[in-house]
C-alpha cells in the first residue's frame, strides 16, 4: 500500500473522514479525527497532538508529537458508511517533532524487540484469542452485569442470544480484511470468542485493538455493552486472550518445528518455552494489568494459575496445540484481553529470546491436572504460581532483568508508577464485600 493506493481508493469509495489511530502506554486506543482536506498532510506524518494529554506519555514541557501512518492499515470502517459517505482509518506510530520515534510509543516497543528476533533470524507470528461478555444495558443506557442469555459453550440458537450481534461482529470484522476461522458462545453465560487467522505478531496486535473497537462498537448497536474485564463477575468463568505464538526463520520455516522429536518440538521450541517459564512471574504485569485481573486467574475457573508447560493439560500456563508442521506454536493461556497487546507481546517475546539466547533447561512438561495436586506435589514437580495480586506482579515486574530491556526506560517507568497509583486506588478503597461482611457483625 502506497500514498498514491490510499489516494485512489479514497476518491473512488467517496471517503470524508479519517481516524488516525494509536494506543498509549495502557493499550487504550486514541484517535485525531481529520477531514478530506487534510488527508495529504496525514500521509505524509504532519498532523500533530498534545502529547501530554495522554497517559504515560510526555510532560507538558515535551508535549508536541506527530502521527506517522501505516500505510497497511488503512482500512474502511463499514459501520461508519452514512449515506454514501465513507469513514477511514490508519493505525499510527508516534514520532517526535525531529523525526524520531517516540519512546514512549507502545508500537515502536514492540518494533523494536520483533527487530531484536529478527538479528536472531526469527520472525514472530501470532494468534490471540480474546473473549468478551455482551451484557444488557439499563433504560438509561448504562451499562449492567445481566447477561442477555443463559446459554454455554457452543451453544446454539434460541439458547445463544449474542448471535445475531455475533454473527454482524463478524461481517465488519470480514468487509475489514479479517479473515476469520470460527466463533462461538464460550463457557459462562453471555461470553463469547471471535477467531481470526494468525498473522505477523505486529499486524497481530493492530488486529486485536482493531477488534476491540469493533466489539463493542457493534454490540451498541444491539443496546448491549461489550467488556473485555476478566472477572466481571463471581463464580463463573473470566475471560482471557490465549496468545499463540511461533518464530519462523527467515527462510519462512517454522523454527518449532522437528519431526523428529516426539512432540514434534524444534530445541529453539524448548527453549522458548523455558525463557516464557522463567519469565512468566515477571511479565504478569504486563499481559495481566489490572487489579481485576487476578480475580480470574484461581484455581476452577480454567484460568491458568501454575507456571508449567505441557503438550495436552490445559492446567498449565504454555500448552502445546496439536497442529503441526507450520502449526506448530506455543499456546500461553495466561494474558487477559485489557492488556495493552503491543507490550505483552514484546514482553512474551523477550521472555523467550531469553531463553534462546541463553540456552536455558527447559523444565519437564506436567501432563497431569495440576488442579488436582497437593502443595506438596507441585513443591516437588518445582511448579510456581503465577503472581496473587496486581501488588505481587509488579513487584515481579520491576525486578525482573528483561522488563526495561524490553519496554525501554521511560515506558517502564511511567507503567510501574501508574499502575502502583491504580493498586493504591483499590487498596484504600472500601468495597460492597467488606460492607456485607463487617458492617452488621462488628
Not at 484469542?129 to 452485569?145: I, K, M, P, Q, V
Amino acid at each position: 500500500m502506497t500514498k498514491d493506493d490510499i489516494l485512489k481508493i479514497v476518491e473512488k469509495e467517496k471517503i470524508n473522514f479519517f481516524r488516525m489511530q494509536f494506543v498509549d502506554v495502557n493499550g487504550f486506543q486514541k484517535n485525531v479525527a481529520i477531514p478530506r482536506s487534510q488527508l495529504g498532510k496525514a500521509l505524509d506524518g504532519k498532523i500533530m497532538f498534545d502529547g501530554s494529554s495522554i497517559d504515560g506519555f510526555a510532560r507538558i514541557n515535551e508535549s508536541d508529537m506527530f502521527l506517522k501512518p501505516d500505510f497497511e492499515t488503512f482500512v474502511i470502517l463499514p459501520w461508519r458508511n452514512k449515506e454514501g459517505i465513507a469513514a477511514a482509518r490508519l493505525i499510527c506510530d508516534v514520532h517526535l517533532p525531529d523525526g524520531t520515534p517516540y519512546e514512549g510509543c507502545p508500537r515502536i516497543a514492540l518494533k523494536k524487540s520483533l527487530a531484536a528476533a529478527k538479528e536472531m533470524g526469527y520472525v514472530m507470528n501470532i494468534g490471540t484469542e480474546a473473549e468478551f461478555f455482551l451484557f444488557e444495558r439499563d433504560e438509561n443506557g448504562n451499562s449492567t452485569t445481566i447477561t442477555n442469555d443463559t446459554a454455554g459453550y457452543f451453544a446454539l440458537d434460541p439458547e445463544d442470544l449474542g448471535n445475531d450481534c455475533r454473527r454482524e461482529i463478524i461481517e465488519v470484522l470480514e468487509a475489514m480484511g479479517f479473515e476469520i476461522e470460527a466463533s462461538h458462545h464460550e463457557v459462562a453465560e453471555g461470553q463469547h470468542e471471535v477467531n481470526f487467522k494468525y498473522s505477523d505478531a505486529l499486524t497481530a496486535c493492530d488486529n486485536t485493538v482493531t477488534f476491540k473497537w469493533v466489539v463493542k462498537a457493534i454490540a451498541k448497536k444491539y443496546n448491549l455493552h461489550a467488556t473485555f474485564m476478566p472477572k466481571p463477575i463471581f463464580g463463573i468463568n473470566g475471560s482471557g486472550m490465549h496468545t499463540n505464538q511461533s518464530l519462523f526463520h527467515l527462510d519462512g520455516s517454522n523454527a518449532f518445528e522437528d519431526t523428529q522429536d516426539p512432540k514434534g518440538l524444534s530445541p529453539v521450541a524448548y527453549k522458548y518455552i523455558a525463557g516464557i517459564i522463567k519469565n512468566a512471574r515477571g511479565f504478569a504485569a504486563v499481559t495481566n494489568p489490572l487489579v481485576n485481573s487476578y480475580k480470574r486467574l484461581v484455581p476452577g475457573y480454567e484460568a491458568p494459575v501454575y507456571v508449567a508447560w505441557s503438550a495436552s493439560n490445559r492446567s498449565a500456563l504454555v500448552r502445546i496445540p496439536a497442529s503441526r508442521g507450520l502449526g506448530t506454536r506455543v499456546e500461553v493461556r495466561c494474558p487477559d484481553p485489557t492488556c495493552n497487546p503491543y507490550l505483552a507481546v514484546a514482553m512474551m517475546l523477550n521472555s523467550g529470546l531469553d531463553g534462546i539466547r541463553n540456552d536455558l533447561p527447559t523444565p519437564k512438561s506436567v501432563d497431569v491436572n495440576i488442579f488436582a495436586m497437593t502443595q506438596e506435589e507441585k513443591d516437588l514437580a518445582g511448579i510456581a504460581s503465577l503472581p496473587g495480586s496486581l501488588s505481587e506482579a509488579l513487584d515481579e515486574f520491576e525486578t525482573n532483568p528483561i522488563a526495561k530491556e524490553t519496554l525501554g526506560n521511560h515506558i517502564f517507568t511511567k507503567y510501574l508508577e501508574g499502575k502502583r497509583k491504580e493498586w493504591d486506588k483499590y487498596r484504600m478503597a472500601v468495597t460492597s464485600w467488606e460492607i456485607d461482611h463487617y458492617l452488621d457483625l462488628y
